[in-house]
């Protein structure tokens, strides 16, 4: 004290920045506190221990599975839920398998044309089996998903593209080592969905070829199997396709509904020879197909407009029917064989 008292005290000493000998012992912590910048999008440092307000953190580096970088590069658990988008997300990819069960369970039923439910007894009871598949794959998924045994999960927020794909952001910072930080970001959309594919596949083969060998009587024996035969080769490009395309299909998956449901719509209309509104009731699997689109159209639907704001978002709903109703009221001005007919006589 007596020497930081004499050496205040020197006439015309001037210290720089305020920096007096009897502040230096406050700066000296601060600069044993400096740690080199973590390079890299998704590199950060985890937490090795904590001590009252006072966290001690490892080298940089990969974020363990759970976690991810926050705006300081220190890995933080992932301790948010799914929003709604995240969840409508989630049921497209639970929808695609179970939509393509459906579809090769008709095909090979003995109708080799595009056709939908119900055609046969058996091909109910595959259509129910196959959604009870998918369910119960559904429920173990998420059951066994953090935290486990609740259909509950937690989630870390998904904030742009490039989270789906940290493997393309390691950081090289000599040019030549390759610090290797590639985690799941955007935990757990991306792994859960081929946890849920590997449960569907495993109780298909479990349950599918005992049901198709009971109650497939009607159908030849060389397409007994096909659906099931089918199934193990759309389940890897389903892989495949979320392994590579998983975060376009994130940002994606609204529009996609709503195309594809509208021309399948156009398809079956088409095929199915209706013109008319009467022609639907013929055949209550027409109804059962124009009521699925419906269904599909509203999903697109609300997945594109989140229901942020109800009283504007509902009202879009209203827009279901639409392209039923413009299909009927246009079908009978595209007749082929009315355009040709029209053609003929020079109109």
Same mark, same amino acid.
């Given at each position: 004290m007596a020497l930081r008292g004499l050496l205040e005290a020197v006439p015309g000493r001037e210290w720089p920045n305020? $920096?007096? #000998?009897?502040?230096?012992?406050?700066?000296?912590?601060?600069?044993v506190d400096i740690q080199p910048a973590c390079l890299g999008l998704y590199c950060g440092r985890t937490v090795l221990a904590v001590n009252g307000s006072v966290e001690t953190?490892?080298?940089?580096?990969?974020?363990?599975?759970?976690?991810?970088?926050?705006?300081?590069?220190?890995?933080?658990?992932?301790?948010?839920?799914?929003?709604?988008?995240?969840?409508?997300y989630l049921g497209f990819m639970a929808m695609l398998p179970l939509v393509l069960h459906w579809f090769f369970i008709e095909w090979y039923s003995g109708k080799k044309r595009f056709v939908y439910p119900f055609s046969s007894?058996?091909?109910?009871?595959?259509?129910?089996?196959?959604?009870?598949?998918?369910? $119960? $794959?559904?429920?173990v998924t998420l059951l066994l998903s953090d935290p486990v045994g609740s259909l509950h999960i937690r989630s870390c927020r998904v904030k742009k593209l490039s989270d789906w794909y940290t493997m393309l952001y390691n950081p090289s910072p000599d040019y030549?080592?390759?610090?290797?930080?590639?985690h799941e970001a955007v935990y757990p959309l991306y792994t859960i969905v081929f946890i849920y594919y590997a449960f569907c596949l495993v109780l298909?083969?479990?349950?599918?070829?005992?049901?198709?060998?009971?109650? $497939?009587?009607?159908?030849?024996?060389?397409?007994?199997?096909?659906s099931i035969y089918a199934a193990l080769y759309f389940f890897p490009i389903l892989t495949v396709l979320q392994a590579v395309g998983g975060g376009l299909l994130y940002y994606a998956f609204p529009?996609?509904?709503?195309?594809?449901?509208? !021309?399948?719509?156009? !398809?079956?209309?088409?095929?199915?020879?209706?013109?008319?509104?009467?022609?639907?009731?013929?055949?209550?699997?027409?109804?059962?197909?124009?009521?699925s689109h419906w269904l599909l159209h509203a999903y697109g639907i609300i997945s594109i407009s989140k229901l942020d704001k109800l009283e504007q978002d509902?009202?879009?709903?209203?827009?279901? #029917?639409? #392209?039923?109703?413009?299909?009927?009221?246009?079908?009978?001005?595209?007749? #082929?064989?009315?355009?040709?007919s029209e053609g003929g006589n020079g109109h």
């Amino acid at each position: 004290m007596a020497l930081r008292g004499l050496l205040e005290a020197v006439p015309g000493r001037e210290w720089p920045n305020g $920096a007096s #000998p009897g502040n230096a012992a406050r700066a000296v912590p601060a600069a044993v506190d400096i740690q080199p910048a973590c390079l890299g999008l998704y590199c950060g440092r985890t937490v090795l221990a904590v001590n009252g307000s006072v966290e001690t953190y490892g080298d940089c580096g990969v974020c363990p599975r759970g976690q991810r970088t926050d705006d300081n590069k220190i890995c933080r658990e992932c301790l948010g839920s799914p929003d709604r988008y995240d969840w409508l997300y989630l049921g497209f990819m639970a929808m695609l398998p179970l939509v393509l069960h459906w579809f090769f369970i008709e095909w090979y039923s003995g109708k080799k044309r595009f056709v939908y439910p119900f055609s046969s007894s058996s091909a109910l009871l595959q259509h129910l089996t196959a959604l009870l598949e998918c369910s $119960a $794959a559904a429920v173990v998924t998420l059951l066994l998903s953090d935290p486990v045994g609740s259909l509950h999960i937690r989630s870390c927020r998904v904030k742009k593209l490039s989270d789906w794909y940290t493997m393309l952001y390691n950081p090289s910072p000599d040019y030549i080592t390759t610090v290797h930080c590639t985690h799941e970001a955007v935990y757990p959309l991306y792994t859960i969905v081929f946890i849920y594919y590997a449960f569907c596949l495993v109780l298909m083969m479990l349950l599918r070829p005992l049901l198709v060998k009971k109650i $497939a009587c009607g159908l030849g024996r060389s397409d007994r199997f096909k659906s099931i035969y089918a199934a193990l080769y759309f389940f890897p490009i389903l892989t495949v396709l979320q392994a590579v395309g998983g975060g376009l299909l994130y940002y994606a998956f609204p529009y996609i509904i709503l195309v594809l449901s509208l !021309v399948t719509l156009a !398809v079956y209309l088409s095929a199915s020879e209706v013109e008319f509104f009467k022609d639907l009731l013929v055949r209550k699997k027409r109804l059962v197909v124009l009521f699925s689109h419906w269904l599909l159209h509203a999903y697109g639907i609300i997945s594109i407009s989140k229901l942020d704001k109800l009283e504007q978002d509902l009202p879009l709903l209203a827009l279901v #029917p639409a #392209p039923a109703l413009f299909y009927l009221m246009t079908a009978k001005y595209t007749e #082929p064989s009315r355009i040709l007919s029209e053609g003929g006589n020079g109109h």
